[in-house]
């Protein structure tokens, strides 16, 4: 069952846009989608839409099936977005050797197990910040 919050994240999904909320009052995004702020815990979350790049924060490459329509190996991600919230994601159109930390990243949706989720591909030619 879906509340408000995650009803308006997946129809900006749809769409192929990521959009996080905004406390009005921390001046913060937060995520996942949520009724108040994690931080202040006030109510007054705006949803903005988000640039969709980050960079990864860390990785692991999977090469067990744990669904029936998981193709492995995967790469499993938590990628820092530029708004500064961190999503637990995948790593696209890359292959294992090639993903590295602070690589940096742009979200597309994907189907994946037959929902939409956002994933992150490598941005080409951007080079990791040393």
Request: hydrophobic content about 35%.
């Amino acid at each position: 069952m879906c509340d408000d919050q995650t009803r308006i994240y997946y129809q900006h999904l749809k769409q192929g846009e990521l959009w996080l909320q905004y406390c009005l009052n921390c001046q913060e995004h937060t995520f996942y989608p949520r009724s108040h702020c994690p931080g202040c815990l006030d109510q007054q979350l705006e949803w903005r839409k988000s640039q969709g790049q980050g960079r990864v924060y860390s990785y692991s490459i999977i090469h067990v099936q744990s669904l029936a329509d998981d193709d492995v190996p995967y790469i499993y991600s938590l990628v820092t977005l530029d708004e500064g919230v961190r999503l637990a994601t995948r790593i696209v159109d890359c292959s294992p050797e090639a993903v590295h930390v602070d690589m940096g990243v742009e979200m597309v949706v994907r189907a994946i197990n037959g929902q939409l989720m956002p994933v992150f591909k490598p941005v080409a030619g951007l080079k990791s910040q040393a």
